[in-house]
Nanobody
Framework: QVQLVDSGGGLVQPGGSLRLSCAAS????????LGWYRQAPGKQRELVAG???????NYADSVKGRFTISRDRAKNTVYLQMNSLKPEDTAVYYC???????????WGQGTQVPVSS
């Protein structure tokens, strides 16, 4: 079992920045991926970014150049720095964990990010 606690969401104006955090605990395999999905109202959940235990990141095309994912291996914590936020970034952001290269196996509770003036 893996527990994920994500935080850092909140209302932000277009062009603003926000930093999300997700702390993982429990039985964590040495080879894993931590990252974020998001789900906007009326839309399917989509991958935002992920980062492997080896530090290799990947991003959705829609956020490349604006979002940066990083992780602190010692703390089993992943961060998502979101800059130049747009109204279309509005969604609930969910942290996820997967062992090896499997699909997401565990999810955080979600944190809301409304981008609006």
């Amino acid at each position: 079992q893996v527990q994920l606690v994500d935080s850092g969401g909140g209302l932000v104006q277009p062009g603003g920045s926000l930093r999300l955090s997700c702390a993982a605990s429990g039985t964590i395999f040495s080879i894993n991926t931590l990252g974020w999905y998001r789900q906007a109202p009326g839309k399917q959940r989509e991958l935002v970014a992920g980062i492997t235990s080896g530090g290799m990141p990947n991003y959705a095309d829609s956020v490349k150049g604006r979002f940066t994912i990083s992780r602190d291996r010692a703390k089993n914590t992943v961060y998502l720095q979101m800059n130049s936020l747009k109204p279309e970034d509005t969604a609930v952001y969910y942290c996820y964990y997967s062992a090896y290269l499997s699909p997401p196996q565990y999810w955080g509770q979600g944190t809301q990010v409304p981008v609006s003036s």
